[in-house]
């Protein structure tokens, strides 16, 4: 199971960071989720990844969503240093990444969890339904007003 | 028909049945305001899914790597000694064994480095960075793993860590950042030099087809487990090195 769990790291780690917006707890809440994993195991019938996933969701809403730290308006500095590249570009492109992390932040939670599910884990509408207990129609729903909601504010 | 934001959102994401991915495409065709929108909720998307991907250019904590690549280590409570990572001999007959194109894609991969990393350390005497190779070789000598030292006003080198490879030498992955982006390398000492064994450009690799299922540093790691003895060097093993000016014993 490390081999695997070191394989699928680079994908937990952006789907952590995608929640947590921070590096710090983002590496924080992937250490607590591969700790977990290596400690209860993966449920029979349950593919690896999918179930690395779910853990770490669930650890994020259980244990460290209350920290709150995700909500800095802050760009964590050591992700600024290491996104930067030279030349107005780069500049530009560092703000509008900048602008849509904040504006991620104001998306109600639900659809948060969806937009992440979908846009940076790759999961399908079907399987973040399953994931998360709720009917298609609502994973399309809460992706379009998490898109819409996304592209209001960055015109703004 | 009036197209939501829900029928473009799903467009995207190739979720519609193929009779509402007919009807979209025939409204985007016809409504310039839907096509508008498509490209507005496209873009957010992309924008989305790039951010994610900004995690992706800082190295991975040494303490996680070393919870899933060594053993002996793991104490009753799954807290992993911090004095640098062990890699198990056994992953490296894994991913021998697991990854059939690793002869084929270190090939590739040193086809690669002559195109574009020896370039950045100066064996091309039109590069700007003519200088820069005896400057990065010079750095490996004295930076310490996890720190990165500037060596002109455009590039720097960061040491990721060091180890043993199956030939005893002494061998350091770090990282080269200039103006025209970063490489992942590996070089180890023969004699009293450094000579380049493996590189990979994270932006070149991603647009090589041939390379789209593995990342540049995937490539690396690959590599990485052929070439190592069975482990990194703790931080008082490396700093012996540095002071023994990387001579083997």
């Given at each position: ?156 | ?11 995207l994401d190739d979720e519609l049945s193929d009779q509402d991915r007919a009807l979209v495409r025939t409204a985007l065709a016809a409504d310039a305001k839907a096509a508008d929108r498509l490209a507005q909720l496209a873009s957010v998307n992309a924008l989305v899914g790039r951010q994610a991907t900004l995690v992706d250019q800082l190295p ?190």
């Amino acid at each position: 199971m490390k081999a695997e769990l070191l394989e699928l790291l680079p994908a937990l780690r952006r789907y952590a960071w995608s929640m947590t917006h921070s590096v710090h707890d983002a590496d924080d809440l992937l250490q607590g989720t591969v700790e977990r994993l290596l400690r209860k195991g993966v449920p029979d019938g349950v593919e690896l990844a999918r179930w690395a996933f779910t853990v770490c969701r669930n650890l994020w809403i259980d244990e460290y969503r209350s920290r709150k730290t995700w909500q800095t308006t802050e760009l964590d500095p050591d992700l600024t240093e290491a996104g930067q590249v030279d030349g107005e570009k780069a500049v530009q492109t560092q703000m509008q990444l900048k602008q849509v992390m904040t504006a991620m932040r104001k998306l109600p939670e639900e659809q948060q969890m969806v937009l992440n599910m979908v846009s940076v884990q790759g999961l399908s509408y079907q399987e973040v339904a399953n994931s998360l207990d709720i009917p298609v129609g609502t994973v399309m729903s809460r992706l379009a007003r998490a898109r819409g909601k996304l592209t209001e504010i960055l015109n703004t | 028909m009036n197209i939501n934001d829900e029928m473009l959102s799903a467009y995207l994401d190739d979720e519609l049945s193929d009779q509402d991915r007919a009807l979209v495409r025939t409204a985007l065709a016809a409504d310039a305001k839907a096509a508008d929108r498509l490209a507005q909720l496209a873009s957010v998307n992309a924008l989305v899914g790039r951010q994610a991907t900004l995690v992706d250019q800082l190295p991975m904590p040494q303490s996680l790597l070393s919870l899933l690549r060594e053993d002996k280590h793991v104490v009753a409570d799954n807290v992993v000694e911090l004095s640098g990572f062990r890699q198990a001999r056994q992953r490296v007959m894994h991913v021998m064994r697991d990854h059939a194109a690793l002869a084929a894609s270190l090939a590739l991969l040193i086809g690669f480095a002559s195109g574009q990393l020896l370039p950045l350390l100066g064996n091309n005497p039109e590069n700007s960075h003519t200088d820069s190779s005896p400057a990065i070789y010079a750095a490996l000598d004295i930076v310490p793993s996890g720190q990165q030292l500037s060596i002109d006003d455009n590039t720097s080198v960061t040491a990721r860590f060091s180890f043993l490879d199956t030939q005893s030498r002494l061998c350091r992955q770090f990282v080269v950042q200039d103006t025209q982006g970063s490489s992942e390398n590996l070089a180890c000492r023969d004699k009293d030099q450094w000579t380049l064994v493996a590189t990979a450009r994270s932006s070149a690799v991603a647009n090589s087809a041939q390379y789209q299922p593995a990342s540049g540093p995937r490539l690396l790691d690959n590599v990485l487990d052929a070439m190592m003895q069975g482990s990194a060097l703790s931080q008082a093993e490396e700093q012996s090195a540095i002071s023994n000016r990387w001579q083997s014993e």
